[in-house]
């Protein structure tokens, strides 16, 4: 599209960028619902009722979740051991563990610690009684260092 003409080719790509920019601006006209442009909707609660705010909503958001099923886990303590003492293992052998007797064990949902406690026995079962939370920010002091 070359012409001898340096002026008629400054003309059309002038008319070019004017046919673009036109274009772009019907593109970012409002886009409407119905006969009401999005900008003269207002409240969009009638749109989209479940994510209008409220004190109800945010009850029903929690109850949504209080019934998904998390692995809690108490640990008992830890150790490293090379792989040839793992075979050696028998019934009756001990394992010595890192964690000393009478110390508080960790208890962790989905392997996130979230407290501890100590071991009881309750109807010929062992339970564990919670002896210290762990409060939201250590939680996640503790996550930044991992």
């Known amino acids: 599209m070359s ?10 790509v002038a008319d070019d960028w004017a046919a673009a920019l036109a274009e772009q601006k019907s593109a970012e ?3 409407h619902i119905g006969e009401q ?25 929690i109850d949504m979740i209080l019934d998904i099923p998390v ?13 040839k003492h793992i075979l050696q293992l028998a019934q009756g052998s001990v394992i010595e563990l ?10 962790l949902v989905n392997g996130c610690l979230i407290a501890q406690g100590e071991v009881v026995v309750v109807n010929d079962k062992f339970g564990i009684r ?12 503790r996550l930044n260092r991992t």
């Open 29 to 31: 006209a409002p886009a």
């Open 37 to 61: 442009s999005v900008e003269s909707v207002g409240d969009a609660s009638h749109l989209f009722p479940k994510l209008s705010g409220g004190a109800n909503d945010a009850r029903n958001d």
């Open 71 to 83: 692995q809690l886990t108490v640990e008992l303590g830890r150790t490293r051991i090379p792989i």
């Open 98 to 107: 890192d964690a000393l007797a009478g110390e508080p064990m960790d208890v």
């Open 130 to 141: 919670l002896t210290d939370i762990v409060t939201p920010s250590e939680r996640v002091r």
């Open 3 to 12: 012409s001898d003409n340096p002026a008629v080719d400054q003309d059309a």
